[in-house]
């Protein structure tokens, strides 16, 4: 059996149970029901579970609360080495089952987590670190909790973020608490997306690009550039596409349309798919190319264009959340065979391929008008 590496599962060493419900001062249910599970605890039950998956590996955490939540920060920050302790000599003894372990932060205090942060990755080998998605009340875009970020971003580690929210956070204004096991089934996912969501607005991200979920991709969601518009294809089709093949040629969402109409047998009419290309020869193994060209178009309407390695972009910035960068050209031009991070705009040095690329666009919207008229051009700037 293939391995797998579960990377968000949880465990509470005994010792660190122990500290934590001494240090405690008020009820912990998420955590004494998470005490109560065999598989948390005891770690022979957790392997005697694990060996039911062959081949099947955990880098864990420690199961919440977090620890700023436990007590004040000199106590945050002895649970915390406790943790890390504990865990790290749990793996050094089974390092074929657990590959790896994420460090706790005291982030109650941000000079400590980075110590903590620091030393758990460096000296005790922690793969990166957990953080949740409030500081006991305060969002995580605040200043001092985006030192801690960054500092562990340097040090070349993920982070894990682990959503907060417990049964004293009432869905109601006129209640007390939150019931039905409410406030973690819909209240940690959405804690989750608005931690994300400051952290996306407060600009944090567009800072720290080794935070980016689009990895050496610029921009993110709702972006024309790469990190907004790329995105990986995966086909599992037994006896169609080759296991493990791959493909490079360019192909666009577009093209799901067709691809299924023709899997399927449908003709579709006219006015319909009319931008969409056929992937099955490609899922069949053809190295031929579906597509010459592909349009992309962001949040805004910015509008660009792929033809082979080359894309431009009809206008500044990337259209989405990201931040807006300065005029240098009317537009952008990358060559993405040799950049793909869209780092060096070529616009004004290749003024003949500008012309040509932008000659293809007026056909391309010319060949498929649209029921609302698309004045693609309104982007392009004047470089100031």
Known sequence: MPESIDIFCHWLPRKFIARVQACSTRPLHMFDRAAAMPAMVDLEAR?????????????????????????VPAVACELAQLANDEQA??????????????????????????????????????????????????????????????????LGCPIWLHPI?????????????????????????????VAMGRLVFSGVLAETPALLPSGPLRGYKADTWE????????????????????????????????????????????????????????LRGSDKPVREYAVSVAQNGLPSLRKGSWKIIFGEGGGGYGPKPGVAAAGQLYDLAADIGETKNLWAGKPGLVAELTAT??????????DVPFDWRRFLATPQ
């Not at 998956?53 to 609360?65: D, K, L, W």
């Not at 050094?92 to 903590?116: K, Q, S, T």
């Not at 605040?142 to 562990?152: A, C, D, N, S």
């Not at 294809?233 to 577009?254: E, S």
Request: with cysteine; net charge negative; glycine share 8%.
């Open 165 to 193: 929210r417990g049964m004293d956070h009432p869905d109601y204004r006129a209640e007390a608490i939150s019931k039905f096991d409410l406030w973690w089934a819909f209240g940690w996912p959405y804690e989750t997306s």
């Open 47 to 71: 392997l005697r579970v694990m060996d039911e998956f062959p081949g099947y590996t955990q880098v864990p955490s420690i199961a919440s609360p977090p620890v700023e939540a436990v007590g």
């Open 227 to 282: 990190g907004g518009h790329r995105v990986p294809f995966i086909v599992r089709w037994p006896g169609v596409v080759k296991a493990g093949a791959r493909c490079d040629r360019l192909v666009h969402q577009t093209d799901l349309m067709a691809t299924f109409a023709e899997v399927l047998g449908a003709k579709l009419p006219a006015n319909a798919g009319e931008d969409s290309m056929s992937l099955l020869p490609l």
């Open 361 to 370: 666009m007026e056909k391309l919207v010319a060949a498929h008008p649209n």
């Open 89 to 154: 000599a749990i793996v050094a003894r089974h390092p074929d089952r657990f590959p790896g372990f994420v460090a706790v932060l005291p982030m109650n205090d941000p000079d400590g987590a980075m110590r903590e942060a620091t030393r758990a990755i460096r000296e005790l080998g922690a793969v990166g670190v957990q953080i949740f998605s409030n500081i006991n009340g305060r969002p995580l875009d605040e200043p001092e909790f985006l030192e801690v970020i960054r500092h562990v971003t340097a």
